[in-house]
């Protein structure tokens, strides 16, 4: 699976964004994807999940603010992120996992290059 992350960019407090995660080589339909997130010198966080079912999970410091969706005839995943902060401030990498719904980004098998989100106060 190769996995291509987008739409990153430069945006003020309360800003939308949103970012694209497009694979080639497998049909993301039947994986679960994930967003994660790593400011400078911290660790990779979790920032939302959702299955092959369409369930869905979020950190629970952009709940009610991010959305993940997906579109399977186009092989996306989208992570609509709105009232963004400068904590939001990261580098932003979705991940594709053969069989485990978890925040943990150990769990999962393939991953993107990432794309910066950059969140000016």
């Known amino acids: 699976v190769q996995l291509q992350a987008s739409g990153g960019g430069l945006v003020q407090a309360g800003d939308s964004l949103r970012l694209s995660c497009a694979a080639s080589?497998?049909?993301?339909?039947?994986?679960?994807i994930a967003w994660f997130r790593q400011a400078p010198g911290k660790e990779r966080d979790f920032v939302a999940a959702?299955?092959?079912?369409?369930?869905?999970s979020y950190a629970d410091s952009v709940k009610g603010r991010f959305s993940i969706s997906r579109d399977n005839a186009k092989n996306t995943v989208y992570l609509q992120m709105n009232s963004l902060k400068p904590e939001d401030t990261a580098v932003y990498y979705c991940a594709v996992s053969l069989g485990s719904f978890t925040s943990r980004p150990e769990r999962y098998d393939y991953w993107g290059q990432g794309t910066q989100v950059t969140v000016s106060s």
């Open positions: 959702i299955s092959w079912t369409g369930d869905t």
């Open positions: 080589g497998r049909f993301l339909s039947r994986y679960i």
